[in-house]
């Protein structure tokens, strides 16, 4: 069965950083995009970046400030978060959309989600 781990979240003051990690474990054939989205009460999830094959896309209110990045060779996504505000304080979630080995059929998946806490 495949399914997303997430770590790295936390409490940190303002302007300082934090990394989350994700990693796709199971049986996979091919993971076409990985990336992060983030929730707060009341409000609907909403993206932070995405990573595919073709392109990287960020909200634009963590443009210059997060960074995405992958290694395909282990199905992970990492993403850097610097100069953090109080606003960035949500729970982030993982997600992958993927093929699993020996299926053709795409499969979305999300992580548990993981508490990032900006409060000095």
């Known amino acids: 069965q495949v399914q997303l781990v997430e770590s790295g979240g936390g409490l940190v003051q303002p302007g300082g950083s934090l990394r989350l990690s994700c990693a796709a474990s199971?049986?996979?054939?091919?993971?076409?995009?990985m990336g992060w989205y983030r929730q707060t009460p009341g409000k609907e999830r909403e993206l932070v970046a995405i990573s595919s094959t073709s392109r990287t896309n960020y909200a634009d209110s963590v443009k210059g400030r997060f960074t995405i990045s992958a290694n395909s060779a282990k199905n992970t996504v990492y993403l850097q978060m610097n100069s953090l505000q109080p606003e960035d304080t949500a729970v982030y979630y993982c997600?992958?959309?993927?093929?699993?080995?020996?299926?053709?059929?795409?499969?979305?998946?999300w992580g548990q989600g993981t508490l990032v806490t900006v409060s000095s």
């Open positions: 997600y992958a959309n993927l093929v699993p080995a020996g299926s053709y059929r795409h499969l979305e998946l």
């Open positions: 199971g049986s996979i054939s091919s993971v076409n995009a």
